[in-house]
């Protein structure tokens, strides 16, 4: 069955950076597209970053260009999230996704992904 495992969150300081992981397993990794999501306590789930199947195209929210890059390694079955920069409003449980939606292209919208890890908590001080 489809397993998403997040991992690599943790507190860091305001101007730091993490990487975040997702370990997939359980489908072809490499036939589809895979995003983030965050989403900070009270608030909801927000889009951060999609990528295509092969990772050649990439979509960011406008707020996060140029601080988080995403990427994935489709030999290792595993997306990554790469975050500089950080700020205290970065905070929030990351998520990572699986459109099985779509073979070609990708998605910034939170109810075309099918399933989700379990998140990881990042928590930026100021």
């Known amino acids: 069955q489809v397993q998403l495992v997040d991992s690599g969150g943790g507190l860091v300081q305001a101007g730091g950076s993490l990487r975040l992981s997702c370990a997939a397993s359980?489908?072809?990794?490499?036939?589809?597209?895979m995003g983030w999501f965050r989403q900070a306590p009270g608030k909801e789930r927000e889009f951060v970053a999609s990528?295509?199947?092969?990772?050649?195209?990439?979509s960011y929210a406008d707020s996060l260009k140029g601080r988080f890059t995403i990427s994935r390694d489709n030999a290792k079955n595993t997306v990554y999230l790469q975050m500089n920069s950080l700020k205290p409003e970065d905070t929030a449980v990351y998520y990572c996704?699986?459109?099985?939606?779509?073979?070609?292209?990708?998605?910034?919208?939170?109810?075309?992904?099918?399933?989700w890890g379990q998140g990881t908590q990042v928590t930026v001080s100021s």
């Open positions: 996704a699986l459109d099985m939606r779509r073979t070609i292209g990708i998605s910034t919208r939170r109810d075309e992904y099918d399933y």
């Open positions: 359980g489908f072809i990794f490499s036939w589809y597209p």
């Open positions: 990528i295509n199947r092969s990772g050649g195209s990439t």
